[in-house]
Each structure stands twice: as C-alpha cells, then as structure tokens.
C-alpha cells in the first residue's frame, strides 16, 4: 500500500511539478517548423486535424457549460466537423456555442503558453491528454474516434517516454502550432463566404443569431487569432542573453 501511494505521489508530482526552460534555439527551431507546418498545403491539411479537434471541443465545451444538451462531435476527413446540441434555438447559449469554435485553438494556445512560461511542460501534456479523453466520451463517428486516439497516442507517448528536450519541444510546437494556426482558419472562411460556399458557417449563423453581420464576426475571429498569437509569442520566445554584454559600458 505504501509503494501504490508513493506511486500516486510521486505521479501527481511528476505532472504537477516544474520542468527546466528548453535552450532558447529549440524553442526558435519548432516554431519555425510550426510556421512551415501552417504555410505548406499538404502538411496543412493533415495538421489542420488538431485545430479542428479543438475547434469541435470549443462548441461541445460551451454548450455544455451554457446548459444546452450535447448529441456528440463529429469529424471528417476533409478537416471539416460538426457538434450538435440541443436546447433553445436563440439566446445567449446559441451564440457562446456558435462563437466559441473560431477563439478555441488560439485561447487554448496562448493557456498553453501561459503553462509552459511556468515551466509546467508537464501539465500541460497531461491536460491536453484529458482534454482528448472527455472528447473521445462525445465522437459519433469512426474517423474523429481514430483522429481523437491517434493524437491522444502521440501525446501520451511523448509524456511518458520522451526525454526532457523531447517533452519541451514536443509542448512548444503543439502551442506555437495553435497560436500560428488559428488565424489561417478564419482566412479561409472569409475566403469561402466571399464566394457563398459557406451560407451555413459560424460566422452566418451568429449574424443570423443577433443581426450583426458576419464579417464582423469574421474580424472577431481573426482579431482574437492575432492577439493570442502576439502575448503567446511574448510568452513563448526565449529571452536571448548574449555572453559579456553586462560587462560592457551603459550595462
């Protein structure tokens, strides 16, 4: 029984503990593979993947929280989803869930930043596995159940069999990668709208919602995508040092 509870122990301390800030150039190295990952078609459209999970799981938590009645998540392999809840067509609860899908990845990015500012790689690894195991609960169809484990897996496996640098640069590309995607999203939105083939998107459905037109919620999107990109940016860039410059005059 003592070994079982210095096994929680130092479990619960392994996941709420702190860990050394990685060298500044990893940092640097998966960001810029971040940013290449966002920019090349083919590697976008299979990553685009996670933005949609936390772009799904930012409804099914909103509706959640505002009382409505979750049917499940759905997730295609064209990236594409759909979360459908139950409850009143109109209201506030309607328009925090039709709003929360867009703002999603770029404020779970810039949390993730925050943690990794802390120093807690760690939590941040095991929150994102939770995350992954509340939603697996709400997937209604065999591509999102495959996408949800098979991102869960990759997660896990870092978290527990990597090293240290392994850990680090696995965390602050999965952050940079949030922060740096979410804008390419709403991009694309507009794009879709400006050609009405999309007469049934967020944005459409929240002017139909309140009456304010759904370029400002585009803007909303966008504008949100672009500030938690700037403070998680301040957050996640290393403070570069140079060797002797205290020594020099005016320091």
């Known amino acids: 029984m003592d070994v079982e509870h210095a096994s929680i122990a130092d479990l619960w301390n392994r996941v709420t503990g702190t860990q050394p800030d990685p060298p500044w150039w990893l940092v640097v190295l998966v960001g810029a593979v971040a940013l290449a990952a966002v920019l090349h078609g083919p590697t976008w459209r299979v990553a685009r993947n996670t933005v949609t999970i936390a772009h799904e ?29 139950r409850g009143k067509p109109h209201g506030p609860g309607m328009i925090f869930t039709a709003m929360a899908g867009y703002v999603t990845p770029p404020l779970l990015g810039l949390f993730f930043a925050l943690l990794l500012a802390g120093g807690r790689i760690t939590l941040m690894l095991w929150f994102t ?32 069999f990597g090293s240290a640098e392994v850990q680090a640069g696995f965390a602050y590309l999965a952050a940079w990668f949030l922060l740096l995607a979410a804008t390419r999203p709403v991009i694309e939105l507009q794009r879709m709208r400006a050609r009405h083939m999309a007469p049934s998107s967020d944005a459409d459905q929240l002017a139909h919602l309140t009456g304010v037109p759904g370029l400002a919620w585009v803007t909303l999107f966008g504008g949100t995508a672009l500030v938690a990109l700037l403070a998680g940016g301040a957050l996640l860039f290393p403070d570069v040092s140079v060797p002797g410059i205290h020594s020099l005059p005016g320091y």
């Open 129 to 160: 596995l939770a995350l992954l195991a509340a939603m697996l609960i709400m997937i209604r169809n065999a591509y999102g159940a495959l996408s949800v484990i098979v991102t869960g897996a990759v997660v896990f496996l870092v978290s527990w």
């Open 57 to 85: 799981g930012g409804h099914a938590l909103i509706a959640l929280l505002t009382g409505r009645k979750l049917d499940g998540i759905k997730l295609h392999s064209d990236t594409s989803g759909v979360t459908v809840s």
